[in-house]
């Protein structure tokens, strides 16, 4: 999510030893290699699809195995009284990174990802735009990831957070306002005293996670505020006269005022997903053609387009009644081989966004190998 700043410390603080006794009770072989094959990174899903061990971003949020075995992390979950998205362990190796990447993907345009360290070391640094903090054990912090950022771990010693993804709450969103701000854009360092959030072994939670996260077809209305805000963006930092601009502009005008009419006519209904298909398949052809190193933020515009808006504006098999996410994956997975063999056919999603077939992994890194 775009933040006023690069990083805000919630008033917040957590049972370390608490929540270092839930960690050791995993094994080993629980870690999962990180799905962009990161090295050092591993994570263990907390909050996923159905529950189930995946990395996939679209469809009903569920808790589960190693996340049921943790009261305490429960506990934590609930204390920010949001819905919670995709949420995991993020372990990251002794002389490793997190490499430097912005978060272009749609899921994390509307979310915010809650950092809370578990074990860490001082010299363990996360950088964000010019900034760059060090994030203590217990503590809990959210990062504008729209922002350049990255994780280095010189020592050699291994990091751990519990990372959490939400769109925030009503009382969430009143706490960022009391979070102490880190950015170069502020002289505000006023330290809060952080409320302690025990672990009270007799209670038990609940909260509510993400069902619908994703929809099958995005509204027209959707479209039109996303393209715009990634035009405005790429207006803002390059010449606006060049000519790799006004055809970038060309690209997103055919494909939004096509998808309204397509819309116009057949909202999500099935009559209309051949037409949709056409369309995301003839913009993913024109996007993959277009050569011009043209700039959104510090991401390429072309990629940013794909990531926040082509690639998860048609989601046709998300939300079939009581489709496991196996099966939902395997169908999605035929359905990306399709879309690469043979007739010159282009594959529906760019090659840095995430496989349609919901491994989490980047498409070139999945089906687009």
């Known amino acids: 999510m775009k933040l006023e700043y690069e990083f805000y410390k919630l008033p917040l603080r957590f049972n370390v030893e608490r929540l270092s006794k839930e960690l050791g009770d995993f094994e080993e072989s629980d870690w999962e ?17 159905n529950g189930e061990i995946n990395d996939g971003f679209a469809g009903p949020m569920q808790m589960t195995r190693f996340l049921k075995q943790s009261p305490y992390m429960q506990q934590v979950l609930a204390s920010f009284n949001s819905v919670l998205s995709r949420s995991r362990l993020m ?12 978060d272009i993907n749609a899921h994390w345009w509307s979310r915010v990802r809650i950092h809370i360290p578990i074990v860490t070391t001082p010299d363990v640094l996360f950088h964000c735009g010019d900034q760059k903090v060090h994030m203590a054990p217990g503590e809990a912090w959210i990062f504008d990831a729209w922002k350049m950022h990255k994780v280095v771990n010189p020592s050699g010693n291994t990091r751990v957070h519990l990372v959490i993804d939400t769109a925030g709450s009503p009382e969430f969103w009143e706490l960022i306002d009391k979070s102490e701000v880190f950015s170069s854009s502020t002289c505000d360092r006023v330290h809060r005293e952080p409320e302690l959030i025990p672990f009270q072994s007799a209670r038990k939670v609940k909260f509510k996670t993400e069902r619908f996260n994703m ?3 995005m509204s027209a209305g959707e479209v ?26 060309r690209i997103v005008d055919f494909f939004r ?6 819309w116009s006519v057949h909202g999500d ?13 003839k913009t993913n052809k024109e996007l993959f053609g277009f050569t011009s190193p043209l700039m959104s933020n510090e991401s390429v515009a072309s990629e940013v387009m794909n990531g926040r808006v082509v690639s998860v504006a048609f989601n046709s098999d998300l939300y079939a009644e009581n489709q496991p ?18 007739g010159g056919n282009q594959p529906t999603v760019g090659r840095n966004s995430p496989c349609p077939c919901g491994s989490g992994k980047k498409y070139k890194r999945c089906h687009g190998q």
């Open 33 to 49: 290699k990180h799905p962009s094959d990161y090295r050092g990174n591993l994570a263990i899903p907390l909050i996923s699809v």
């Open 269 to 281: 209904e099935k009559t209309g997903w051949l037409d949709y298909k056409s369309l995301i398949d």
């Open 325 to 342: 996410a196996s099966e939902a994956a395997t169908r999605a997975s035929q359905r990306g081989q399709e879309s690469t063999s043979g």
């Open 224 to 249: 039109d505020a996303l393209l715009e805000g990634i035009v405005s963006d790429v207006c803002s930092v390059n010449d606006s006269s060049d000519e790799a601009v006004k055809e970038f502009i």
């Open 91 to 102: 372990r990251l190796e002794g002389q490793h990174d997190v490499p430097l990447h912005s």
């Open 257 to 262: 005022y096509k998808w309204r009419s397509i």
């Open 215 to 217: 929809p099958v077809v």
